[in-house]
């Protein structure tokens, strides 16, 4: 039985449309396979554009742009946690809440990565040692606009900081788990959170993944 799958059917198609479409034109060597991958590409962007309501060619240029084979996105997250609440930033793009975190930069380690974000969007300063989780963005929970990613949740140490709001995100809290604010979907959902208590509860606990 396969996972749980949320988002619209027209969705995954386009999406797999898209990917069919990127990696073709990486390795095809023909005109004739160049013509129907590009073509195959204004599909994903025509069908995407008629259901979001956006604008086709912006969508086609952004789906050009993407480079090589077609692969997940990665997104990063930091979990602190003290005297027993979680600490969320409030984000400015939909005013809801997450943990801080963000898209993945290339030639930067995993955990590098995780620290960066979190200063920026808290002011923390934190030392990531356990990985909580890895997960799939798009299945369960709220998918993302278009892109498939993977989400990887770190239960990170506090060295020091106040928190604070960054240039992406009004403010920064530590919330109770039983009284979390709105959510931001897209970027932190409460499984996530339930696996970050489930791992403050078993320091032995094994990564989650999907």
Not at 58 to 86: C, M, N, S, W
Request: glycine letters at 8%.
């Amino acid at each position: 039985m396969g996972k749980q799958r949320i988002e619209p059917r027209w969705l995954a198609w386009a999406r797999e449309i898209q990917a069919i479409a990127q990696t073709g034109l990486t390795f095809a060597t023909g005109e004739y396979d160049l013509v129907r991958y590009r073509r195959l590409m204004e599909l994903a962007a025509e069908i995407t554009a008629d259901h979001l309501g956006a604008d086709q060619e912006e969508l086609h240029q952004d789906f050009l742009a993407q480079p090589g084979y077609a692969t997940p996105k990665v997104d990063v997250r930091g979990a602190i946690v003290q005297d027993g609440k979680i600490l969320l930033v409030h984000e400015k793009a939909d005013g809801k809440w997450c943990m801080p975190g963000g898209w993945a930069d290339v030639d930067e380690y995993p955990t590098d990565m995780v620290v960066r974000e979190v200063a920026e969007e808290s002011g923390l300063i934190v030392r990531p040692h356990k990985i909580v989780g890895v997960f799939d963005a798009n299945r369960i929970g709220q998918p993302r606009a278009f892109y498939h990613a993977y989400k990887i949740v770190f239960l990170c140490e506090l060295l020091g900081g106040e928190p604070h709001g960054g240039d992406e995100t009004l403010d920064a809290r530590y919330f109770a788990f039983d009284n979390i604010p709105p959510l931001s979907g897209t970027r932190t959902e409460h499984r996530h959170l339930v696996e970050v208590q489930a791992h403050l509860a078993d320091p032995l606990r094994p990564a989650s993944f999907d």
